[in-house]
């Protein structure tokens, strides 16, 4: 089994899914690892699907060890129902975008090689270039953020359209790089996230997953497996959720939610958690580090419809939701600002009330000091010894008369004395000149 490609976790999903036999589905066939390796674990018949048709020529070296067992046919895994022509008793996917054709660097996949910015996995559709040339910066920033989980996603489309045209992965590489912090020594390459988000989208690969999973649940027969390998948390989130959801029969309910229409199942899980590589598998393919493999068991209920929506398949907001988006957000800014302003008033009329509270709070102190003092004061000024000083001092000035407590009986007695008597005022007829007027 030696090639450019090394199959990962296949050891670990050969013994999740054996005995194996009948006719299975490599729905990306690539390199053709998993179909040797399910061959050559007894599978009658391997069903190569693939929509690059250059890996077809790569197996003309060794497709004819196996005859009529090996059937290779072009197209996507999402008509894989379509494309087998006949219930099958396992499907295999093996997600995302391969060693072989990271290391071609004419395929444009790879960040760490100068090529032409393609990332077309196979058909006709437009290159990343092609899309990063004419696709607006909002919707650049969607793809990074929504696609690849990249926080930066506004600074980064910004900067791609201030640098268009693009053509090559290395001026990508470099225009994300300049956007991002130098990574510390172990963190991966600041464009990883990008160029998975960009790769993505130029091929739709959440879109082609969904329907590659109901296409799979179409083409198992009863019994048959269905085996996904994924490589990062948004692959693996949607198939995680694809078997939940088709593995529940629904029912149930309680106060919080509504009793769901029952179901049939059509999938069981054998195993509760995701499959991941062994210590021996990571030694001899370090790529294989964050694979997982999650494995579902078909039953005889009928295929039913999935909603994307729930399977938490990332979706590019429309431009109409990105013009309510915005006038949300400015709507949301001015509300915000409103309170702002609002409650900056209400502190400031609040603050100058407590200043005016507190300015009185200090008159009042004040005001009670003073008059503490000129209660003491009174107090002090109101004992009979100083009104007896007082009177001592100043008796010959008033002109006080003594006496004596028993000497009168009423006070209108005492020979107080009078103040002088005002004189007459002077007869105008008596005065020295008018009478020296007279003739």
């Given amino acids: 089994m030696s090639g450019p490609h090394?199959?990962?976790?296949?050891?670990?999903?050969?013994?999740?899914v054996a005995p194996v036999g009948g006719t299975w589905v490599d729905g990306t066939f690539g390199a053709g690892g998993y179909a040797r390796g399910l061959l050559q674990a007894g599978a009658e018949k391997v069903i190569g699907i693939d929509r690059d048709p250059s890996v077809f020529g790569m197996a003309e070296g060794w497709?004819?060890?196996?005859?009529?067992?090996?059937q290779l046919v072009e197209g996507t895994f999402s008509d894989l129902d379509r494309l087998a022509g006949q219930a099958v008793d396992g499907v295999v996917l093996d997600l995302g975008?391969?060693?072989?054709?990271?290391?071609?660097?004419?395929?444009g996949f790879s960040f760490l090689r100068d090529g032409p910015l393609d990332m077309r996995m196979g058909g006709d559709i437009p290159a990343a270039a092609d899309l990063l040339n004419t696709a607006d910066?909002?919707?650049?920033?969607?793809?990074?953020?929504?696609y690849g989980e990249e926080r930066a996603s506004r600074r980064i489309a910004r900067a791609i359209v201030a640098a268009r045209p693009l053509s090559r992965?290395?001026?990508?590489?470099?225009?994300?790089?300049?956007c991002l912090p130098r990574p510390k020594p172990g963190q991966s390459h600041p464009a990883t996230r990008s160029f998975q988000a960009?790769?993505?989208?130029?091929?739709?690969?959440?879109?082609?997953?969904?329907?590659?999973l109901s296409a799979a649940e179409r083409a198992l027969r009863p019994g048959g497996q269905l085996a996904v390998v994924s490589f990062h948390s948004l692959e693996d989130r949607i198939v995680k959720r694809f078997m939940q959801a088709r593995s529940d029969a629904g029912g149930g309910g309680n106060r919080y939610a509504p009793v769901q229409q029952a179901v049939e199942p059509a999938f069981r899980q054998p195993f509760r958690r995701a499959i991941g590589p062994d210590p021996e598998e990571l030694e001899e393919n370090p790529r294989a580090r964050s694979a997982l493999l999650r494995v579902a068991v078909r039953t005889d209920a009928p295929a039913g419809e999935v909603d994307a929506r729930s399977l938490a398949m990332p979706d590019l907001p429309a431009r109409g939701g990105e013009l309510m988006r915005s006038l949300t957000y400015l709507a949301c800014v001015l509300v915000v600002m409103g309170l702002a302003f609002w409650a900056?008033?209400?502190?400031?009329?609040t603050q100058a009330a407590i200043g005016q509270m507190a300015q009185v709070r200090r008159e009042i102190a004040d005001l009670r000091e003073e008059l503490g003092v000129l209660r003491a004061e009174w107090a002090y000024l109101n004992r009979p010894e100083r009104l007896r000083q007082l009177v001592d001092l100043n008796f010959d000035q008033l002109q006080l008369v003594p006496v004596a407590p028993d000497q009168f009986n009423d006070l209108d007695q005492v020979d107080y004395p009078k103040p002088p008597e005002p004189e007459p005022p002077l007869d105008p007829s008596t005065t020295p000149d008018n009478t020296e007027s007279q003739p």
């Fill in 97 to 107: 975008v391969s060693s072989m054709q990271l290391d071609q660097a004419e395929r």
């Fill in 344 to 349: 900056y008033r209400e502190n400031y009329a």
């Fill in 198 to 212: 960009i790769r993505i989208w130029v091929n739709d690969e959440f879109g082609q997953l969904v329907a590659g």
């Fill in 169 to 178: 992965t290395a001026q990508l590489a470099d225009i994300v790089a300049g």
């Fill in 137 to 146: 910066e909002g919707t650049i920033a969607n793809v990074l953020y929504h």
């Fill in 6 to 16: 090394v199959p990962v976790l296949l050891r670990p999903l050969l013994r999740a």
């Fill in 63 to 70: 497709r004819g060890d196996y005859g009529d067992r090996l």
